[in-house]
Protein backbone atom coordinates (compact mmCIF):
# COMPACT_ATOMS: atom_id res chain seq x y z
CA UNK A 1 0.00 0.00 0.00
CA UNK A 2 1.11 3.52 -0.97
CA UNK A 3 1.53 5.33 2.07
CA UNK A 4 2.76 8.90 3.33
CA UNK A 5 3.19 9.55 6.79
CA UNK A 6 3.92 13.24 7.85
CA UNK A 7 5.26 14.42 11.59
CA UNK A 8 7.11 17.30 13.44
CA UNK A 9 4.32 19.79 13.76
CA UNK A 10 3.84 21.39 16.91
CA UNK A 11 3.53 25.07 18.41
CA UNK A 12 6.58 27.22 17.41
CA UNK A 13 6.70 30.77 18.18
CA UNK A 14 6.75 33.76 15.68
CA UNK A 15 10.33 34.01 14.06
CA UNK A 16 10.82 30.12 15.19
CA UNK A 17 12.02 27.19 12.94
CA UNK A 18 10.40 23.57 12.46
CA UNK A 19 11.64 20.61 10.74
CA UNK A 20 9.05 18.71 8.77
CA UNK A 21 9.07 15.10 8.06
CA UNK A 22 7.04 12.88 5.66
CA UNK A 23 7.69 8.90 5.28
CA UNK A 24 6.99 7.06 2.56
CA UNK A 25 6.44 3.51 1.95
CA UNK A 26 4.83 0.97 -0.41
CA UNK A 27 6.34 2.42 -3.64
CA UNK A 28 9.91 3.33 -5.29
CA UNK A 29 10.37 7.04 -3.75
CA UNK A 30 13.42 7.73 -5.70
CA UNK A 31 11.28 7.54 -8.75
CA UNK A 32 8.90 10.41 -7.86
CA UNK A 33 8.66 13.36 -7.81
CA UNK A 34 7.25 15.26 -4.27
CA UNK A 35 5.49 18.41 -3.19
CA UNK A 36 4.45 20.42 0.27
CA UNK A 37 0.84 21.69 0.10
CA UNK A 38 -0.68 23.02 3.29
CA UNK A 39 -4.09 24.12 4.29
CA UNK A 40 -4.63 26.85 6.92
CA UNK A 41 -7.56 26.26 9.54
CA UNK A 42 -10.64 26.27 7.39
CA UNK A 43 -9.20 27.63 4.15
CA UNK A 44 -8.62 26.35 0.89
CA UNK A 45 -5.58 24.11 -0.32
CA UNK A 46 -2.18 26.11 -1.13
CA UNK A 47 0.41 24.52 -2.64
CA UNK A 48 4.12 25.29 -0.99
CA UNK A 49 6.95 23.42 -2.54
CA UNK A 50 8.19 20.85 -5.07
CA UNK A 51 11.36 18.71 -5.38
CA UNK A 52 12.28 16.20 -8.41
CA UNK A 53 12.71 12.86 -7.70
CA UNK A 54 16.95 13.19 -6.88
CA UNK A 55 16.85 16.50 -5.02
CA UNK A 56 18.60 18.44 -7.51
CA UNK A 57 15.90 21.07 -8.54
CA UNK A 58 13.32 22.87 -6.61
CA UNK A 59 10.27 25.39 -6.02
CA UNK A 60 8.56 27.37 -4.33
CA UNK A 61 5.41 29.67 -3.69
CA UNK A 62 6.12 33.13 -3.40
CA UNK A 63 4.86 33.32 0.26
CA UNK A 64 7.41 30.83 1.57
CA UNK A 65 10.97 31.51 -0.75
CA UNK A 66 13.80 32.39 1.04
CA UNK A 67 12.28 31.07 4.29
CA UNK A 68 11.32 27.39 3.58
CA UNK A 69 13.63 24.76 1.89
CA UNK A 70 12.20 21.07 0.42
CA UNK A 71 14.61 18.10 0.67
CA UNK A 72 14.87 14.75 0.56
CA UNK A 73 17.03 11.62 1.78
CA UNK A 74 15.88 8.38 -0.92
CA UNK A 75 18.20 6.48 1.08
CA UNK A 76 15.76 6.78 4.22
CA UNK A 77 12.67 7.49 2.05
CA UNK A 78 11.98 10.92 3.86
CA UNK A 79 11.12 14.19 2.04
CA UNK A 80 11.45 17.28 4.38
CA UNK A 81 10.63 20.98 4.66
CA UNK A 82 12.90 23.06 6.73
CA UNK A 83 11.08 25.85 7.91
CA UNK A 84 12.86 28.95 9.40
CA UNK A 85 11.09 32.77 9.84
CA UNK A 86 7.94 31.43 10.73
CA UNK A 87 4.73 33.81 11.09
CA UNK A 88 1.31 33.61 12.39
CA UNK A 89 -0.06 33.20 8.53
CA UNK A 90 1.94 29.94 8.06
CA UNK A 91 -0.47 28.58 10.68
CA UNK A 92 -1.63 25.38 8.69
CA UNK A 93 -1.60 21.74 8.09
CA UNK A 94 1.16 20.54 6.26
CA UNK A 95 0.06 17.83 3.62
CA UNK A 96 2.83 16.16 1.80
CA UNK A 97 2.03 14.55 -1.78
CA UNK A 98 3.30 12.32 -4.28
CA UNK A 99 3.19 13.57 -7.98
CA UNK A 100 1.99 11.39 -10.90
CA UNK A 101 2.99 10.82 -13.77
CA UNK A 102 2.48 12.35 -16.79
CA UNK A 103 1.42 15.66 -18.64
CA UNK A 104 -0.07 17.99 -15.67
CA UNK A 105 0.65 15.09 -13.09
CA UNK A 106 -2.23 15.27 -10.48
CA UNK A 107 -0.86 14.86 -6.54
CA UNK A 108 -1.95 11.49 -5.43
CA UNK A 109 -1.67 10.07 -2.51
CA UNK A 110 -1.62 13.11 0.55
CA UNK A 111 -0.23 12.32 3.83
CA UNK A 112 -2.92 12.63 6.72
CA UNK A 113 -0.96 16.48 7.44
CA UNK A 114 0.74 17.84 10.44
CA UNK A 115 -0.31 20.94 12.18
CA UNK A 116 1.98 23.74 12.86
CA UNK A 117 0.70 26.41 14.85
CA UNK A 118 2.48 29.75 14.67
CA UNK A 119 1.76 31.43 18.03
CA UNK A 120 3.46 33.49 21.11
CA UNK B 1 -0.15 34.99 -11.28
CA UNK B 2 -2.44 32.61 -12.38
CA UNK B 3 -5.64 31.66 -10.19
CA UNK B 4 -8.98 29.44 -10.72
CA UNK B 5 -11.87 30.64 -9.20
CA UNK B 6 -14.63 28.53 -7.70
CA UNK B 7 -18.26 28.72 -6.25
CA UNK B 8 -17.97 28.81 -2.39
CA UNK B 9 -20.91 26.47 -1.94
CA UNK B 10 -23.25 24.33 -4.46
CA UNK B 11 -25.90 22.58 -3.09
CA UNK B 12 -27.68 19.30 -4.59
CA UNK B 13 -30.61 16.91 -3.75
CA UNK B 14 -29.97 13.16 -3.22
CA UNK B 15 -29.96 10.99 -6.49
CA UNK B 16 -30.11 14.56 -8.73
CA UNK B 17 -26.89 16.26 -10.33
CA UNK B 18 -24.10 18.27 -8.85
CA UNK B 19 -21.58 20.61 -11.18
CA UNK B 20 -19.01 22.06 -10.02
CA UNK B 21 -17.42 24.97 -11.41
CA UNK B 22 -13.35 26.04 -11.85
CA UNK B 23 -12.32 29.06 -13.61
CA UNK B 24 -9.22 30.30 -14.95
CA UNK B 25 -7.44 31.99 -18.42
CA UNK B 26 -7.82 30.00 -20.83
CA UNK B 27 -8.20 26.80 -18.34
CA UNK B 28 -9.03 24.45 -21.41
CA UNK B 29 -5.52 24.60 -22.75
CA UNK B 30 -3.95 23.30 -19.72
CA UNK B 31 -5.23 20.10 -17.75
CA UNK B 32 -7.57 19.94 -14.69
CA UNK B 33 -7.81 17.39 -12.09
CA UNK B 34 -9.98 17.47 -8.56
CA UNK B 35 -9.83 16.04 -5.60
CA UNK B 36 -12.41 15.60 -2.33
CA UNK B 37 -11.50 16.31 0.62
CA UNK B 38 -14.02 15.39 3.86
CA UNK B 39 -13.94 16.90 7.10
CA UNK B 40 -11.15 16.07 8.95
CA UNK B 41 -9.37 13.85 6.43
CA UNK B 42 -6.80 14.89 3.50
CA UNK B 43 -7.80 15.20 -0.19
CA UNK B 44 -8.49 12.41 -2.06
CA UNK B 45 -7.52 12.41 -6.16
CA UNK B 46 -11.03 12.49 -8.04
CA UNK B 47 -10.15 13.35 -11.90
CA UNK B 48 -7.23 14.28 -13.38
CA UNK B 49 -6.09 15.19 -16.85
CA UNK B 50 -9.70 16.37 -17.25
CA UNK B 51 -11.67 13.59 -17.67
CA UNK B 52 -9.61 10.41 -16.58
CA UNK B 53 -10.59 8.80 -13.18
CA UNK B 54 -7.94 6.58 -11.09
CA UNK B 55 -9.09 3.41 -10.31
CA UNK B 56 -11.77 2.98 -7.21
CA UNK B 57 -12.91 6.30 -8.12
CA UNK B 58 -17.13 5.64 -8.76
CA UNK B 59 -18.42 6.58 -12.50
CA UNK B 60 -20.78 8.96 -11.44
CA UNK B 61 -17.78 11.37 -11.12
CA UNK B 62 -16.46 12.86 -13.95
CA UNK B 63 -15.16 15.90 -15.83
CA UNK B 64 -14.77 18.44 -18.30
CA UNK B 65 -12.71 21.13 -19.30
CA UNK B 66 -13.53 23.91 -22.47
CA UNK B 67 -13.01 27.36 -22.98
CA UNK B 68 -12.03 29.03 -19.74
CA UNK B 69 -14.07 26.65 -17.22
CA UNK B 70 -13.36 23.02 -15.94
CA UNK B 71 -16.18 21.36 -14.66
CA UNK B 72 -16.86 18.13 -11.75
CA UNK B 73 -20.04 16.87 -12.62
CA UNK B 74 -21.38 14.65 -9.78
CA UNK B 75 -24.25 12.11 -11.51
CA UNK B 76 -26.77 10.31 -9.19
CA UNK B 77 -25.25 12.41 -5.91
CA UNK B 78 -25.56 10.88 -2.57
CA UNK B 79 -25.24 11.71 0.77
CA UNK B 80 -21.45 10.49 0.94
CA UNK B 81 -20.60 13.23 -1.24
CA UNK B 82 -20.95 15.45 0.79
CA UNK B 83 -17.53 17.00 0.78
CA UNK B 84 -15.38 19.94 -0.05
CA UNK B 85 -14.01 19.79 -3.35
CA UNK B 86 -10.59 21.66 -5.10
CA UNK B 87 -9.68 21.91 -8.71
CA UNK B 88 -6.32 22.02 -9.98
CA UNK B 89 -3.95 23.10 -12.89
CA UNK B 90 -0.61 23.49 -13.53
CA UNK B 91 1.36 26.86 -14.10
CA UNK B 92 4.57 26.83 -15.89
CA UNK B 93 5.96 24.58 -13.12
CA UNK B 94 3.99 25.34 -10.41
CA UNK B 95 0.60 24.69 -8.64
CA UNK B 96 -2.49 26.70 -8.53
CA UNK B 97 -5.57 25.17 -6.56
CA UNK B 98 -9.14 26.73 -6.65
CA UNK B 99 -10.47 28.25 -3.42
CA UNK B 100 -12.83 25.28 -2.91
CA UNK B 101 -16.81 24.61 -3.01
CA UNK B 102 -18.57 22.80 -0.46
CA UNK B 103 -21.07 20.50 -1.58
CA UNK B 104 -23.83 20.14 0.61
CA UNK B 105 -26.56 17.41 -0.22
CA UNK B 106 -30.02 17.97 1.17
Known amino acids: EVQLVESGGGLVQPGGSLRLSCAAS????????MHWARQAPGKGLVWVSR????????SYADSVKGRFTISRDNAKNTLYLQMNSLRADDTAVYYC?????????????WGQGTLVTVSS | SYELTQPPSVSVSPGQTASITCSGD??????ACWYQQKPGQSPVLLIY???KRPSGIPERFSGSNSGNTATLTISGTQAMDEADYYC?????????FGGGTKLTVL
Open chain 1, 97 to 109: AREGSGIAPPFDP
Open chain 1, 26 to 33: GFTFSSYW
Open chain 1, 51 to 58: INNDGSST
Open chain 2, 26 to 31: KLGNKY
Open chain 2, 49 to 51: QDI
Open chain 2, 88 to 96: QAWDSSTVV
